[in-house]
C-alpha cells in the first residue's frame, strides 16, 4: 500500500505513542514505542530514543553539546537598572542550555518541515569549492525532547545507527555508544560544534538561529571564510502566517555591508499555520574577512491581510583557526 502521508509532524498528547500513517483508503496506526517522562532538569543521555516536539520526527540523542543562549525577549538586569528591561536592542547576555545533536528517522524526512543536512562542512581538497552535508542530523533543543522507549533492536532508518549505537538490553537507554561515535565526533567538531543560538519574537513570530563556522577557502591572492547558519521560524499566535521576503544586513570585518533582498527563503514561501506552525531551513553565507555579523528581517503577511517585518535576531560570523577548535560537549 502506498504512502502519502504522516501525521508526525503534529504535536503530541500526554498520553500517545503512535505514528499515523495515511494511506489512499485509509489511516492506521502503527505503534512505535512507549512515551516517558520528559526531564525537567539533568540531560538526555547517547542512545534515548526522543520524538520532536515541534516537528514530530523519531529521533535517537547522539551526545549533548551546552550553548550560549542570547534570547532577545528575555529580561535582564543592567548596572544602574531599577527594573528589568526588555533585551531588544540592548546588550543580551547568553544563558547556557543544552542542545543535541540527534540522528532523524529516514522513514520520516520527507514529512517534516525542517531540512535535514543540519552538517555540513567544505571538501578537504584545496581546489575544490564543494559543500558536503551529512542527511538526517538535527540539533534539538531539550525542552524538544519527548523521550520514548521501544522494544525494538533497531528502531530508527538511518545508515548509521548501527554503526554508531550498539543494542544493549541490560543498559538505560539501551543503545550504547560505539568507539565509531566517538571516533566520529574528534573527526568532525569543527562542523558539529554548537555553542552560540540567537533567539527574538516579533508579532508572535519567534526566530531561532544557530550560526556554524564551516572552515576558510585560502587562494594565493584571497582567503574566504564560510559559515551556515540554520534558521527556524514558529508561529505563537492562533492566526495563520505567510513568509513571504527576506531581507539581510550582511557586515564584515573587512568593512563592507552587503544588503540581500529577495523571495522566501529556500525557495520557498512557507506558511506557519494552526496544523504546520515551525519551518526550520539552513543557508550559508561566505566573507574574505575572518569574522563580521548578520542580521535582516522576514516580510511576514497573516491572513487577514496585515503585513510586518519579523525581526532576525543579530548574529556573529566568527572563525576559529585550523577549522575550528574543540570544545567538549555537555559533560557536566
Known amino acids: 500500500m502506498e504512502i502519502l502521508t504522516t501525521a508526525l509532524n503534529r504535536k503530541f498528547s500526554g498520553l500517545s505513542k503512535a505514528l499515523v500513517i495515511q494511506t489512499r483508503k485509509y489511516a492506521r496506526l502503527a505503534e512505535v514505542g512507549k512515551l516517558e517522562q520528559p526531564k525537567l532538569t539533568g540531560k538526555y543521555e547517547t542512545g534515548q530514543l526522543i520524538l520532536h516536539r515541534v516537528f514530530g520526527y523519531r529521533g535517537v540523542v547522539l551526545f549533548p553539546w551546552l550553548a550560549r543562549v542570547y534570547d532577545r525577549d528575555l529580561p535582564h538586569h543592567r548596572e544602574g537598572d531599577e527594573e528589568p528591561t526588555p533585551g531588544v536592542g540592548k546588550e543580551v547576555r547568553g544563558r547556557t542550555h543544552t542542545f543535541y545533536q540527534v540522528l532523524i528517522d529516514q522513514r520520516d524526512c520527507p514529512y517534516i518541515r525542517a531540512q535535514t543536512e543540519a552538517v555540513t562542512f567544505l571538501g578537504n581538497q584545496e581546489s575544490s569549492r564543494s559543500l558536503y552535508a551529512i542527511p538526517g542530523l538535527d540539533y534539538v533543543a531539550h525542552e524538544d525532547i519527548m523521550p520514548y522507549t521501544s522494544a525494538e533492536k533497531a528502531p530508527l532508518q538511518h545508515e548509521l545507527f548501527d554503526k554508531f549505537l550498539a543494542y544493549s538490553p541490560d543498559k ?159 559533560t557536566a
Not at 192 to 201: A, C, G, P, R, Y
Not at 209 to 219: D, L, N
Open 172 to 330: 538505560d537507554p539501551p543503545f550504547v555508544p560505539q568507539e565509531t561515535l566517538r571516533a566520529w565526533q574528534n573527526k568532525n567538531h569543527p562542523w558539529l560544534e554548537l555553542s552560540d543560538v540567537h533567539k527574538e519574537t516579533t508579532e508572535n513570530i519567534r526566530v531561532t538561529v544557530i550560526p556554524f563556522y564551516m572552515g576558510c577557502r585560502e587562494s594565493h591572492t584571497t582567503s574566504v571564510y564560510w559559515w551556515r547558519y540554520c534558521i527556524r521560524l514558529e508561529n505563537l499566535g492562533s492566526l495563520s502566517v505567510q513568509l513571504r521576503e527576506r531581507h539581510w544586513r550582511i557586515f564584515s570585518l573587512s568593512g563592507t555591508l552587503e544588503t540581500v533582498r529577495g523571495r522566501g527563503v529556500v525557495g520557498q514561501e512557507p506558511a506557519l499555520t494552526r496544523a504546520l506552525p515551525a519551518f526550520q531551513y539552513s543557508s550559508h553565507v561566505s566573507l574574505q574577512a575572518p569574522s563580521g555579523h548578520m542580521w535582516g528581517t522576514f516580510r511576514m503577511e497573516r491572513e487577514d491581510g496585515y503585513t510586518f517585518d519579523c525581526r532576525i535576531p543579530p548574529f556573529s560570523l566568527e572563525s576559529k583557526p585550523d577549522g575550528g577548535t574543540a570544545i567538549p560537549p555537555d
